[in-house]
């Protein structure tokens, strides 16, 4: 597990620009880490929060809570991801932020990143576009969920976190942690459990990828983009080799 500084810094130069000064106010910032356990809230709907939360190691999820305590899981968060910088601007949460599968987060007091901001503004900048890049992140999971057949919807989602694990440097190989169980499969793409479960074995079939027991296996790694119409432009990333 790198230190907190150390994560958000490697996240933040995958699409801006920080020079020395920008690192070193970075690494002044107050950082108190917590193990948060998979399932818990770290975040809920209608807080007011004082701290910015960022993923040290681990998965989180922001997710609303509907009626019957079912969930809509909105996106998925890595290592060195700050998935509630919102809250910087906003007066309460309008949703909830937990753990998928053991995670480390660090939380920020947002005193301090104002007066970052103030000091160095390319840092301000870098976290703007930081949000500006889940509210991409949002625009495609909304096209996706409501435009794509469900096979397609799926292979796009586990393309999205295969390519973002490696781009964090967080795969291995061809394999990459996704900690999620078929219920929050579904939860998150829209799908009832015997749906999550013809979906996996049409694209087990296809021989592209498996997905067992919180593990992601690409095999064939341009045919998963072909199946699941994705295009990582979106993610704003540096350009990645793929196989």
């Known amino acids: 597990m790198g230190r907190p500084h150390d994560v958000l810094i490697r996240n933040l130069k995958e699409h801006s620009r920080l020079v020395d000064e920008d690192v070193a106010e970075i690494c002044r ?31 989180v999820a922001r997710y609303h809570l509907l009626e019957g305590g079912r969930r809509q899981y909105l996106s998925f968060h890595m290592s060195g991801d700050l998935p509630d910088a919102q809250g910087l601007f906003l007066e309460r949460m309008d949703h ?19 007066e970052v901001f103030q000091r160095r503004p390319s840092v301000g900048i870098a976290l703007w576009r930081e949000t500006l890049l889940d509210a991409a992140i949002f625009r495609e999971a909304i096209t996706n969920n409501s435009a794509r057949p469900m096979s397609t919807r799926m292979a796009h989602l586990f393309c999205e976190l295969f390519y973002r694990a490696r781009g964090s440097q967080l795969n291995k190989g061809n394999r990459c942690s996704i900690p999620l ?63």
Request: charged fraction near 25%.
């Open 181 to 243: 169980t078929l219920v929050q499969l579904g939860e998150t793409l829209g799908m009832g459990i015997a749906t999550v479960n013809r979906t996996l074995q049409q694209l087990r079939a296809s021989g592209t990828m498996d997905f067992r027991d919180g593990e992601l296996v690409v095999s064939k790694w341009r045919e998963l983009e072909r199946l699941g119409d994705f295009n990582p432009d979106y993610l704003h990333m540096r350009r990645l080799p793929t196989k």
């Open 29 to 59: 910032l107050s950082c108190t880490s917590r193990d948060i356990a998979p399932d818990e809230d770290f975040i809920r709907q209608g807080d007011q929060p004082n701290v910015a939360a960022l993923v040290v190691s681990g998965m």
């Open 96 to 114: 909830a932020l937990c753990a998928i599968g053991p995670a480390n987060v660090a939380f920020i007091p947002h005193r301090e990143l104002v």
